[in-house]
């Protein structure tokens, strides 16, 4: 099956020179869920806003189920829903009236029995009548979800769905994109929380200065670039890593009780029986030991670095 | 077309317009009463009468083109500026609508609430004085024409305007001392020669001389002129936001 969302070296230059985007190309199939990961400026906003028709692409071009995002456009946005960044909405109107709004915006016949359904999932159904402006950030955070469901959309654009919210709101908000993946969405969301890529996507796409590092099922490229570190804690402290251990570029840490030791865990071999015989060939007596998985916090930064290097 | 979009559009612009229908109905009521205590009687007591009609009746005409040219305005700027500047615009550009769309929903709602307040300033009026409306279809098309018109020109600086300042700035600066001035107060004869001609480049003359005709049967130009001034101010000001969603100017980066 062809991909919903094809993405063809899309470029955006922005009238101050400003090169936001820099020729992204990305497929993106039907059911997935996927994260655009990268930090604050790397371009995720820009790329979401050109598909959805709020920017003007420089060139390139993208479908949403093989729809022309520029001269096919009725039919593209249709298909779209967009939960932006910032929480935009009409103060003084009532939830079911904002949401009335986007349904027929997207020239949909009035169905107010579906529009409770999707207020009901999101809990905001006892909102119903109320102006936005009385709500708090989260449920406002909903109301936007909503707004973005009213049309029924087979692609939801998710911008930062948890800047902004506090941990037990951050895993609500994670459970409601995991029942919308159930019911056949298709979600792109950005974040810079690595957590919670790695909690909910599919795949990451990493995305810095305008351009995709690299897409890779979640668990591959925790996997593909997860380094892992041992730590070994000594008995008695030492003062430098003794000579023989040069070869394994051991960190000691300042009270000169731990070693650390950094290796790639798809390596063939992790020298951890070589460095545990010559450790205690040197004399060195252990009281424990502990390894540790990159988060993938580190393995982004890493990768962002490469990127700039 | 997406109609129901237009439809949402309107719907959701009217229903702001009834969440305050007390203040829109009484603002134009009482400066409507206003103007007549200050002209009608104050100065209207020392003018006798304006080409056979009495001076009270005579600015009628000229007090609803004032109400209505500036409503329009300020409803169609506000209405596109306000989701602009909260942020909500972001649906409407995202949505599967064309520019004619978005603009017949907001336009309408914003013309349509100024047709209100002219008929409001109409019935007013009639407590005040005698009238008679020689043309009362004529009437109500210029009235309709001149609402939609000047809502179109009111979405235009809505969308310009960056600022809360700049969406009072052209309606300020040029489009009141362009009413004050396009005789809504006084007829064009009354004025020296020079003035007169000079008068004529105002494009709200011919609006306010032709509403004033479908009333008395008096105007200061042809009534032909007075539509074809209207007709090609709604062609501009359509062309212009052609032109502003095509290119998507300070609408779309």
Redesign the interface.
């Known amino acids: 099956m062809a991909p919903i969302l094809q993405v063809r070296d899309l470029k955006k230059i922005y009238d101050g020179g400003f090169e936001a985007l820099k020729g992204v190309t990305l497929d993106i199939e039907e059911g997935e869920i996927i994260a655009l990961l990268g930090p604050n400026g790397a371009g995720k906003t820009t790329l979401i806003s050109t598909l959805c028709g709020i920017t003007v692409p420089t060139s390139g071009s993208a479908t949403v189920g093989g729809h022309d995002i520029q001269t096919d456009y009725r039919a593209a946005r249709s298909m779209i829903g967009l939960v932006p960044q910032e929480i935009s909405l009409e103060p003084f109107e009532k939830v079911i009236n904002t949401v009335r709004l986007t349904r027929g915006l997207f020239g949909k016949r009035r169905n107010d029995a579906y529009l409770d359904e999707v207020l009901g999932k999101l809990s905001l159904l006892d909102k119903r009548n109320q102006p936005t402006k009385e709500l708090s950030g989260g449920m406002k955070r909903r109301v936007l979800i909503a707004k973005a469901l009213s049309h029924e959309p087979r692609v939801l654009f998710l911008d930062e769905p948890t800047a902004g919210v506090d941990v037990a709101l951050r895993k609500d908000m994670w459970e409601v994109v995991a029942e919308l993946k159930k019911s056949g969405v298709t979600i792109i969301l950005t974040t810079h929380y690595i957590e919670e890529a790695e909690a909910i996507a599919d795949r990451i796409a990493v995305i810095n200065k305008g351009e995709i590092l690299l897409v890779e099922e979640t668990a591959t490229l925790m996997a593909r670039l997860g380094r892992k570190r041992l730590t070994i804690e000594l008995r008695e402290p030492i003062q430098s890593v003794p000579e023989t251990l040069s070869a394994y570029d051991l960190e000691l840490s300042e009270g000169g009780t731990d070693l650390t030791y950094t290796y790639d865990t798809h390596q063939e071999k992790t020298g951890i029986t070589g460095l545990l015989a010559e450790l205690s060939a040197a004399g060195l007596k252990l009281r424990d030991i502990s390894t540790r998985q990159d988060s993938l916090e580190e393995i982004f930064v890493g990768l962002v670095q490469e990127g700039a290097a | 077309m997406?109609t129901?979009?237009i439809?949402?559009?309107y719907?959701?612009e009217m229903?702001?317009f009834f969440?305050t229908i007390l203040q829109s109905f009484i603002s134009p009521v009482i400066s409507t009463s206003l103007y007549f205590v200050v002209f009608g009687t104050a100065i209207g007591s020392r003018i006798d009468e304006v080409e056979g009609v009495t001076y009270a009746a005579f600015i009628v005409p000229g007090l609803i083109m004032l109400s209505v040219i500036m409503q329009g305005i300020s409803n169609a700027s506000f209405a596109i500026y306000f989701?602009k500047f909260?942020?909500?615009i972001?649906?409407?550009?995202?949505?599967?609508?064309?520019f004619l769309e978005v603009v017949v929903g907001y336009v309408g709602a914003a013309a349509t609430k100024s047709l209100f307040i002219g008929l409001v300033i109409l019935g007013t009026a009639s407590l005040f004085v005698d009238l008679t409306i020689a043309h009362p279809l004529a009437m109500l098309l210029f009235l309709v024409l001149t609402c939609v018109s000047f809502a179109l020109m009111g979405f235009i600086i809505g969308i310009w305007a960056k600022n809360f300042e700049q969406l009072q700035l052209v309606p300020m600066l040029i489009v009141t001392p362009l009413v004050f001035l396009g005789g809504s107060f006084y007829s064009i004869s009354m004025l020296p020669p020079l003035w007169q001609k000079i008068t004529l480049f105002n494009p709200v003359v011919y609006l306010i001389s032709g509403f004033r005709w479908a009333f008395f049967e008096q105007a200061d130009v042809p009534v032909g002129l007075s539509l074809l001034a209207i007709g090609g101010f709604t062609a501009i000001c359509m062309a212009v936001i052609w032109w502003i969603f095509r290119t998507?100017w300070r609408l779309?980066?």
Do not use: Q
């Open positions: 997406n129901r979009a439809w949402s559009i719907r959701n229903m702001r969440r989701p909260i942020g909500t972001y649906e409407v550009l995202s949505a599967p609508v064309n998507g779309r980066d």
